[in-house]
């Protein structure tokens, strides 16, 4: 635990309520089922409303750095989480013609919220000890969805699906609660747009990104290996049970996913911590490449864990470390910005994925696997090469140390 010693107390304290309400967000796996079942819904239906869903869970990465620089990080995140809550409670009483409305803007405001987060970290943790704090929050993180996807069952078939909707808006509100209690409201109103010209704009964020051209280059890899790390949700599970293999089969190797990063995720954080960020990313996503290229020999449970362990290393590494690059490389005036811009493309595969991959799939299923493979290789080739050439870097201040924390923006 030394090495995490730099993480304030607000941060620890943020990630348990982080864990709460991940335990109690069941309702992102069930509402198909949910929609198809008691709502009675078609298949063409749910599936228009949970795509409708999910490009606002994208939206909402996207935009909620942006609102926290202009109104603060805390108070964008309370909103945030309380508009989702009332949102998901709401959606058992609602008429079926009115079902196309609250799941859309739950998913947005909890795109909001994972921006949010993000963005209270960065502002919280001196730049030293980002990767561990956002390590610690991915971890927790993790665990709770480890555990709610059953206690989602118990729910359903014990009490009904509609109280999914009710313990996860709950869960929401409760989040919003303690982060009002844990986080303090202190410090500067905005680390905002009145310290940019112009107002940080877009121009001042695009002209902030052109002189940190190794950001570019973090951003569109992260974009291209995302749609490729969530085959394993779309695709995978038909490609295993084309070849024989049933759902549990497949439950089985995605539970690897959980516990590879619940046991690894902090002490390689801890072990990582001074290394070079851009080649421990890079790294990462090879990592993702060899775990689909594991599946080139065919389908089978010793492939597939094979697949999903490497996976899983590679998430591990890439996926903190460059959480908190992005944060350490973003200006005063934009880091919710900057992680927002992170936080999009780190979840565009949810809407990309299940469309390319499966359109792929249906045209020429031995063409996949390759392909996914070499993508994620050319992503992380492309971040090795930007870590020899990182070009000129804009004028930042300079780097925090110690362990005082910065002042939450409210």
Known sequence: MQAFKDVPRAVWLLAAGVFVNAVVS?????????????????????????????????????????????????????????????????FPLLPGPLLYAPLPLAQYASGVIRAANSALVAVTVPEGARRQA??????????????????????ATGLSY?????????????????????????????????AAPHGGGGRGLLRELRERPAVLV???AILVTD????????????????RGLDTTDFGFVIALNGAVILLLELPAAALLRTRPPLPVIGTGLLLVAAGYAA?????????????????????????????AYVADQAPEHAIGRFQSLYAGVSVSG?????????????????????????????????VFR???????????PAPETGSHPQPVAG
């Not at 991915?138 to 989602?152: A, D, M, Q």
Request: aromatic share 10%.
């Open 386 to 396: 930007a870590a020899r050439r990182p070009g000129r870097q804009a004028a930042r």
């Open 218 to 220: 973090l951003l569109g």
């Open 295 to 323: 599946l080139l020999p065919g389908a089978g449970i010793a492939t597939g864990v094979a697949m999903m362990v490497l996976l899983s290393l590679g998430e591990i590494l890439y996926k903190t470390t460059a959480t």
């Open 26 to 90: 069941f309702t992102f796996v069930f509402v198909f089922l949910y929609l198809t079942g008691p709502r009675g819904l078609d298949t063409a239906q749910a599936g228009l409303v949970t795509g409708i869903g999910g490009l606002g869970l994208v939206a909402g990465n996207f935009t909620g750095g942006w609102y926290g620089d202009r109104f603060g990080h805390r108070r964008v995140l309370l909103v945030a989480a309380t508009v989702a809550g009332l949102a998901l409670m709401s």
């Open 350 to 382: 949810t809407v990309l994925a299940p469309a390319l991959g499966g359109a792929l799939y249906a045209a020429a299923p031995g063409l996949l696997w390759p392909l996914c493979a070499a993508l994620a290789a050319g992503a992380g080739a492309a």
């Open 134 to 155: 956002f390590a610690v929050v991915r971890c927790v993180s993790n665990g709770g969805f480890t555990l709610g996807p059953p206690l989602g069952a118990l729910i």
């Open 227 to 242: 749609v490729v790390y969530r085959q394993q949700y779309g695709v995978f599970p038909v490609f295993l049970a084309d």
């Open 162 to 194: 509609d109280w999914l909707f009710v313990g996860d808006g709950l869960g929401t509100l409760f989040f919003a609660l303690w982060t009002a209690r844990v986080v303090p409201a202190r410090g500067r109103a905005r680390s905002s747009a009145s």
